[in-house]
């Protein structure tokens, strides 16, 4: 499968959205974007889609608003990830920028990502 690519304008909508999140750094992943907090990724571009990681109950609550899908390829969709309806990214994104505060606060409360060495070991 070729990996699908976001537009300047899904870029900058992207970074827009997630910079400026308290804590939150946002990454160059695969020739798409990625949100991270503690070293854990929060949000995800994939293409023009937008995928928050959340809670199970606001995954459920999410996936229930008309346009929210699984996020990601297809025949792998991530499992903790929602995409957002796309017409939040044509609106005025205040729906989009409280999910995306939901998104943070739930990974935030997630284990310390540690990096692993060339080897393995953990950093």
Avoid: Q
């Amino acid at each position: 499968m070729k990996m699908p690519t976001p537009t300047e304008a899904d870029k900058i909508l992207f970074r827009r959205t997630f910079s400026d999140l308290p804590g939150a750094e946002v990454k160059a992943m695969f020739g798409n974007l990625a949100a991270f907090i503690n070293g854990n990724m929060f949000a995800g571009l994939f293409g023009s889609d937008i995928g928050l990681r959340l809670s199970e109950v606001d995954r459920v609550s999410l996936s229930g608003i008309a346009g929210a899908g699984a996020f990601g390829p297809p025949d792998r969709p991530m499992k903790e990830y929602v995409t957002v309806p796309a017409a939040w990214r044509e609106a005025s994104h205040v729906d989009l920028e409280a999910w995306a505060e939901r998104a943070l606060a739930y990974t935030a409360t997630l284990p310390l990502k540690v990096k692993k060495t060339k080897k393995g070991t953990r950093a």
